[in-house]
């Protein structure tokens, strides 16, 4: 049964309607509240990652509004739109996944928090600049984001191509997600990119739709809500007629200097958390402060078409003439930006990262422990 059965109905007619949120954690809030997040699973990943870094500096202003974003080849789908994918694919620890039309690697990046690091994360994407810009993108967050250290990461690789050229050898996956419209004809190429018990979710004939493999020869499908994406592009006629194939990544088994890591890793996790649970360690840092606004009085109904960005808000009484609402809304938040100075939390600290650096080992060892990572 589905929790919310008017904003299905909203959504069949125009989209989605969440607003807009004052910075990530407030977009999640907003998304938890409408029922597009279900399970803390999803919720942390979300959290994990800021929307805004997978923006253009000078837009990030928009990134934590439900809307899709276009910039030349650079494409993200609504907030909405990915929790309802996210939650569709049902992602457990050490799965395969492939992602075709893989854009910036948000989702991609999103997927690796949760199938760890015996998984598969494979993205394919047609253009070049996308790729790399993807590949800069997933470099600053290993880099630099403490996200990196709270999960275990199944880092994703992309390739560039066209999805509807994968050579009819590749592997298998247990999840697949196409980010950009289906044909129906192609349907068939797709059920087949996933095993048995696998799940297929891709935009096809405006419904974003899931299909589970249930065995050999046999689907389930259902449609989980009406979406207008722009349509996979289709290859072009290579010369002379010669038919195109395109590889996908190679499934590569860690080594066991990799595997060591990783073990040590998760060692040192536990005892940082038995250590939490003790009371040894001092008390995480305030969480963090919530800037509850005082819900608007108006709700920014977004139309969600993926096409492009379009949004369009439904005029409210409150907008034109009579301002009133926003003023009171200023003061409120006047208020709160006192509150927040008062009790402003700590920064939080990285205890996996403090761990490693105060331990009894040559310094390239802690380095390898760190991934080599800046921050
Ligand atoms: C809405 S964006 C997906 C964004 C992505 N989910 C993310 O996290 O950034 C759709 C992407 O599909 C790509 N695309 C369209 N047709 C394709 C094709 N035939 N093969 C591969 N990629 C394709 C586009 O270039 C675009 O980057």
């Not at 589905?2 to 809030?29: C, H, W, Y």
């Not at 191509?161 to 950009?180: F, K, T, W």
């Not at 995480?284 to 608007?296: L, P």
């Not at 096409?307 to 808000?313: G, I, L, M, P």
């Amino acid at each position: 049964m589905r929790p919310d059965t008017q904003r299905d109905s909203q959504f069949k007619k125009m989209g989605g309607a969440v607003s807009a949120g004052e910075d990530n954690d407030d977009l999640i809030d907003n998304l938890k509240e409408a029922h597009y997040i279900r399970t803390e699973v999803v919720e942390q990943a979300f959290r994990a990652i800021d929307r805004a870094d997978y923006y253009l500096e000078i837009y990030k202003d928009n990134a934590y509004k439900d809307l899709a974003w276009k910039n030349g080849n650079i494409h993200l789908s609504a907030p909405c739109i990915y929790s309802e994918v996210m939650e569709a694919l049902d992602l457990q620890p050490g799965l395969s996944f492939l992602n075709l039309g893989s854009g910036t690697g948000y989702l991609s990046t999103m997927v690796g928090l949760i199938l760890g690091p015996f998984g598969v994360n494979h993205g394919i994407e047609l253009h070049v600049d996308v790729v790399e810009y993807a590949n800069q993108k997933l470099e600053n967050f290993i880099k630099t984001s403490d996200s990196f250290d709270k999960f275990e990461f199944c880092e994703p690789s992309f390739v560039v191509g066209n999805c509807l050229e994968i050579a009819s050898d590749s592997h298998q996956y247990d999840r697949v997600y196409c980010g950009a419209g289906v044909q129906k004809d192609h349907e068939e190429y797709m059920r087949n990119l996933i095993k048995v018990g696998g799940i297929l979710v891709m935009p096809l004939e405006e419904k974003l739709t899931k299909i589970t493999r249930t065995g050999l020869n046999t689907w389930e499908t259902e449609k989980i809500l009406a979406v207008s994406f722009a349509p996979l592009i289709q290859p072009c006629s290579s010369d002379a007629g010669k038919v195109r194939t395109v590889q996908l990544p190679s499934v590569s088994i860690g080594t066991l200097q990799d595997l060591t890591r990783i073990c040590i890793r998760r060692t040192l996790k536990n005892t940082i958390n038995q250590d939490k649970s003790n009371g040894g360690v001092p008390p995480k840092a305030v969480s963090r402060f919530k800037r509850r606004r005082i819900r608007r009085r108006r709700m920014d109904a977004i139309v969600l078409v993926d096409k492009q960005v379009f949004a369009s808000r439904i005029s409210n009484p409150f907008d034109n003439n009579n301002n009133n609402g926003e003023d009171m809304e200023d003061v409120r938040r006047d208020d709160d930006e006192k509150e927040y100075n008062e009790f402003k939390p700590d920064p939080p600290l990285n205890l996996l990262r403090e761990k490693i650096l105060s331990l009894p080992l040559p310094e390239p060892l802690k380095l390898y422990l760190l991934y080599y990572r800046d921050k």
